[in-house]
C-alpha cells in the first residue's frame, strides 16, 4: 500500500507512478484527515509506503496528524519506507520523519525525488522556469525506476537530498517558517477577476475555504499548501502582495512531458 498527499499533484504522480512500477496500490490520505482513527492492515509480504511533499525542510503538519491516526496491524518488521518530492532540497526533514512515524512501524527506507517546485510566497520563490521544469521531468522516469528497484529489493536506505546547510534549513529557517508562516491564510484574498468558480474550496485538503457573497473566505486552518492558489483557473487567487508576479503550477497541466 503507498499512501499519498498532494496539492499541486507531484506526490500525486510519483506515488501512481511507482504504483505502477510496483504492481502496488494508491490511496489519497486527504480523505481519511476527517476521520478518527484509520487502521491497516499490512500483509506478510507487503510494503507500506508514504508519498508527501516537503513544506519547509519537514513534513507537513498533516502527515504528521494521519500518523498519529494510523494503526498498521500485521505489522512483523515488513518494509516501510518515504518517498518525498521537494523543488530543491530536504534539510534534515528524514530525521522528523523517522520521529513522526506511526506508533510501533519502524522506517526501512527513504527516498526524495526532484519535481517543479510549488513554493512561491516569499520573495526569491517562484515556479520554475520551462527549462528547469524540463531537467526535473527528464530525470524522472530513471529516478523512480531506482527507488522501485531499491523498494523490491527491500534495501535500507536513505537516499535523500539534504542539500547545503540541511540542519539550519530544517532547524532553524524552516522552524521560524513552520511556526509563523505556513499556516497563515489572512494574506490570502481573491483579485477582481475572481468569478466565483469554487474551484479553491473544493481542493483545499483541509475544507479550509468557504464562499461568502461569491467569494472565497479562509478561515484559519490553512496548511500553507497553495493547492488554492495553483489549481485557480483564472489565476484570481494571491497572498498578499508577494504572488502578484508569480507564477501557477499544477502537474497535471504538465503531464505529457514527462516521457514515461
Ligand atoms: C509551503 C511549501 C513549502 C515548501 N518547502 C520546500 C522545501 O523546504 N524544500 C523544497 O525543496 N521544496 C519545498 N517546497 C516545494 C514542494 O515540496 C514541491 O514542489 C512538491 O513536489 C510539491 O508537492 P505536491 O505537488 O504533491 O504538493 C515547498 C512547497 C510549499 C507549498
Keep these: 500500500m ?11 504522480a510519483v506515488a501512481e507512478m511507482l504504483a505502477s512500477r510496483l504492481s502496488d496500490k494508491v490511496t489519497d490520505i486527504t480523505p481519511l484527515l476527517f476521520r478518527p482513527s484509520v487502521e491497516y492492515a499490512l500483509g506478510a509480504e507487503e ?11 519537514s513534513l507537513p503538519s498533516v502527515i504528521s496528524k494521519f ?11 515488513q518494509y516501510v519506507y518515504f518517498v518525498v518530492t521537494c523543488g530543491d532540497d530536504i534539510g534534515i526533514a528524514d530525521r522528523h520523519i ?14 526524495s525525488v ?7 510566497c516569499l520573495p526569491g520563490f517562484d515556479v520554475d ?9 527528464a530525470q524522472l522516469p530513471s529516478r523512480l525506476n531506482e527507488i522501485a528497484d531499491s523498494i523490491s529489493a527491500r534495501r535500507a536506505v536513505m537516499d535523500v537530498h539534504h542539500g547545503s546547510f540541511a540542519w539550519i534549513k530544517t532547524k532553524v529557517l524552516g522552524a521560524v517558517f513552520r511556526r509563523y508562516m505556513l499556516h497563515d491564510d489572512k494574506l490570502f484574498h481573491t483579485v477582481g477577476v475572481c468569478g466565483g468558480c469554487g474551484t479553491c474550496v473544493v481542493v ?12 472565497p473566505r479562509w478561515n484559519g486552518k490553512c496548511i500553507g499548501c497553495l493547492a488554492c492558489y495553483h489549481h485557480c483557473p483564472i489565476r484570481g487567487i494571491r497572498y498578499g502582495h508577494r504572488t502578484r508576479h508569480k507564477g501557477q503550477y499544477t502537474f497535471s497541466k504538465y503531464a505529457d512531458e514527462v516521457k514515461e
Excluded at 483545499?204 to 461569491?214: D, K, W
Aim: charged share 15%; hydrophobic share 35%; proline share 5%.
Design 2 to 12: 503507498i499512501y499519498y498527499f498532494s496539492a499541486t499533484g507531484n506526490s500525486k
Design 47 to 57: 510494503s507500506l509506503g508514504f508519498v508527501f511533499p516537503i513544506h519547509g525542510w
Design 67 to 77: 500518523f498519529n491516526k494510523l494503526t498498521v496491524t500485521g505489522y512483523r518488521q
Design 98 to 111: 523517522r520521529q513522526a512515524m506511526p506508533a510501533g512501524l519502524s522506517l526501512s527506507a527513504g527516498y
Design 114 to 120: 526532484t519535481m517543479p517546485d510549488s513554493y512561491v
Design 129 to 137: 522556469s520551462d527549462e528547469v521544469r524540463h531537467r526535473k521531468f
Design 204 to 215: 483545499c485538503p483541509l475544507n479550509n475555504i468557504s464562499f461568502e457573497e461569491n467569494r
